[in-house]
């Protein structure tokens, strides 16, 4: 399996919105509604920010969002915050029951 | 609250065995599945192993297929890694996760190390 693919950076200042993209194929990213997003600081473990590509759980502000069309999966973060820095990386469901992790994007915020 | 423990890592030599535990607390143990993920030094996350409630079902990524395998003791509520013949590659940060259903990894433990080294 073949991770997907996320740009390696992305920026934006303070107040901002930015999207980070999440490309697969039509076995994994494209075929399923099973698209989560997480976000990591330096030396913590993931949090989940978003899943079933759109999903918030509780206690994520609503100025993350997710979407999809085709084989690529997006997540948008609006009105910057500086603690909004971090690595992002996606995952999707992919065929026979695998699970295929994006490279990371690594966030920061001007 | 949710809570996820891992232990068990530390320096072991190529080709040796490890074998990673998660004690878990806080939620129904034997109703979740879990998950392991894997972070390489600078590196991003790799799905390693998922293992349903009952342990009736049991996923790998192919590359780990045969030497990697996840189990689980509900009496304990612990979770499981057995890692045998360990390359320098399987160097990583070693996380168990709470899986509430299509890799949506909703709470996470705090890691342990696995140096694979002479």
């Known amino acids: 399996q073949s991770a997907l693919t996320q740009p390696p950076s992305a920026s934006g200042s303070p107040g901002q919105s930015v999207t980070i993209s999440c490309t697969g194929t039509?076995?994994?990213?494209?075929?399923?509604?099973?698209v989560s997003w997480y976000q990591q600081h330096p030396g913590k473990a993931p949090k989940v920010m978003i899943y079933?590509?759109?999903k918030r759980p509780s206690g994520v502000p609503d100025r993350f969002s997710g979407s999809k069309s085709g084989n690529t999966a997006s997540l948008t973060v609006s009105g910057l915050q500086a603690e909004d820095e971090a690595d992002y990386y996606c995952?999707?469901?992919?065929?026979?029951?695998?699970?295929?992790f994006g490279g990371g994007t690594k966030l920061t915020v001007l | 609250e949710v809570h996820l423990v891992e232990s068990g890592g530390g320096l072991v030599q190529p080709g040796g065995s490890l074998r990673l535990s998660c004690a878990a607390s806080?939620?129904?143990?034997?109703?979740?599945?879990m998950t392991w993920v894997r972070q390489a030094p600078g590196k991003g996350l790799e799905w390693v192993a998922d293992?349903?409630?009952?342990?009736?079902?049991?996923h790998y990524v192919d590359s780990l297929k045969g030497r990697f395998t996840v189990s689980r003791d509900n009496s304990k509520n612990s979770l499981y890694l057995q890692m045998n013949n360990l390359r320098a590659e399987d160097t990583a940060v070693y996380y168990c996760?709470?899986?509430?259903?299509?890799?949506?990894?909703?709470?996470w433990g705090q890691g342990a190390l696995v140096t694979v080294s002479s």
């Open positions: 996760a709470r899986n509430l259903g299509y890799h949506r990894l909703e709470s």
């Open positions: 806080g939620f129904t143990f034997s109703d979740t599945w």
């Open positions: 293992i349903k409630g009952d342990g009736s079902a049991r």
């Open positions: 039509s076995s994994d990213v494209g075929g399923y509604n099973h």
């Open positions: 079933e590509v759109n």
């Open positions: 995952v999707s469901y992919a065929a026979s029951n695998d699970a295929l």
